[in-house]
């Protein structure tokens, strides 16, 4: 079946304008997470999603960022305000369960550039 | 929170040698211990993962170690080949028991 999906898979920006990124998790998955991924660096936690539960928001950065999944399935994520320190590769993952322990599927991602 | 650190941060090793990367988690409840292989331009895919009622798991050519005492965790790849040549992500669980907190990365690089 297919994927997880992202779009856009390119966004520039300017400084200062509001973005939304766009993830599609594989059908059936409960659990869909949304990652930062900056030039040379690991990938960096940003809010996870499970069922209708409330969302686990530790990791986003700032107040910039927040991100919504409607009807337990497509989700946006939502950076105001962009700064050039935004810029890097958004990676989405969804997978079974909420347990760390089932495997992440992650999408190609949304690389984001800010000017 | 919890803390994932990855050594090396590059390997460059010949066709047919071994390739060990090395990490080391922070939260002594972390359970689950996977490996993403990350080619460029690609997204990242797991390739093994380890939970913490084990020791050692193997597939193939790549085998992880676990040591919960000292929480630190290997992968290990024998008889590389070109197409190994990746980022290869370790990650531990965070407290919660869900997201994952990876590692900073490790560029492999496998010479013929």
């Known amino acids: 079946g297919a994927g997880v999906s992202q779009s856009p898979s390119n966004k520039v920006t300017e400084k200062g304008k509001d973005v939304e990124l766009r993830c599609d998790p594989i059908?059936?998955?409960?659990?869909l997470y949304w990652y930062r991924q900056s030039l040379g660096q690991g990938l960096e936690f940003l809010i996870y999603f499970q069922g209708n539960s409330a969302p686990d928001k530790s990791g986003l950065p700032s107040d910039r960022f927040s991100a919504e999944r409607t009807g337990g399935s497509v989700s946006t994520l939502t950076i105001q305000r962009t700064q050039q320190e935004d810029s890097a590769v958004y990676l989405c993952?969804?997978?079974?369960?909420?347990?760390?322990?089932?495997?992440?599927?992650f999408g190609p991602g949304t690389r984001l550039t800010v000017l | 929170g919890e803390n994932v650190e990855q050594h090396p941060s590059t390997l460059s090793v010949q066709e047919g040698d071994s390739a060990v990367i090395k990490c080391t988690y922070s939260?002594?409840?972390?359970?689950?211990f996977p490996w993403y292989k990350q080619e460029l331009g690609k997204r990242p895919q797991l390739i093994i993962d380890?939970?913490?009622?084990?020791g050692e798991k193997k597939d193939q050519r790549i085998a992880v170690t676990l040591n919960k005492t000292a929480k630190h965790f290997s992968l290990h790849i024998t008889e590389t080949q070109p197409e190994d040549s990746a980022v290869y992500f370790c990650a531990a669980e965070s407290k919660a028991g869900t997201a994952l907190i990876f590692g900073k990365g490790t560029t492999l690089s496998v010479s013929s």
């Open positions: 939260d002594s409840a972390s359970n689950y």
């Open positions: 059908s059936g998955h409960t659990a």
């Open positions: 993952a969804s997978s079974l369960q909420v347990w760390g322990d089932n495997e992440q599927f």
């Open positions: 380890i939970r913490s009622n084990v």
